[in-house]
Nanobody, 119 residues
Framework: QVQLEESGGGSVQAGGSLTLSCAAS????????TGWYRQAPGKQRELVAI???????NYADSVKGRFTISRDYAGNPVYLQMNNLKPEDTAVYFC?????????????WGQGTQVTVSS
């Protein structure tokens, strides 16, 4: 079983910055990929950024050049640095970790952290 701890959400004005953190814990944990998703009111959850075990990274077009996903040398925790935030970035941000705990594949979600950007 994988447990996730998210932190770093908050409220900022447009143009401001926030950094989200996602720390995974579990027995014999081997992380395959960690992603940040977001869900705004009335909208579907969407991928923001994802980093895999090999270091490959993908971003949503809407955040390219403004957001940066990174991780510690050990691969955990994973950070999402968000710069030049816009009101349309307002959403609940969720961390997702795909991992093996021993030989068991798991897909874990964090509880979500609110990001609010005011104009």
């Amino acid at each position: 079983q994988v447990q996730l701890e998210e932190s770093g959400g908050g409220s900022v004005q447009a143009g401001g910055s926030l950094t989200l953190s996602c720390a995974a814990s579990g027995s014999a944990l081997r992380i395959v990929a960690t992603g940040w998703y977001r869900q705004a009111p009335g909208k579907q959850r969407e991928l923001v950024a994802i980093i895999n075990a090999g270091g490959g990274i993908n971003y949503a077009d809407s955040v390219k050049g403004r957001f940066t996903i990174s991780r510690d040398y050990a691969g955990n925790p994973v950070y999402l640095q968000m710069n030049n935030l816009k009101p349309e970035d307002t959403a609940v941000y969720f961390c997702n970790v795909r991992a093996y705990s021993g030989s068991i594949s798991t897909d874990a979600w964090g509880q979500g952290t609110q990001v609010t950007v005011s104009s």
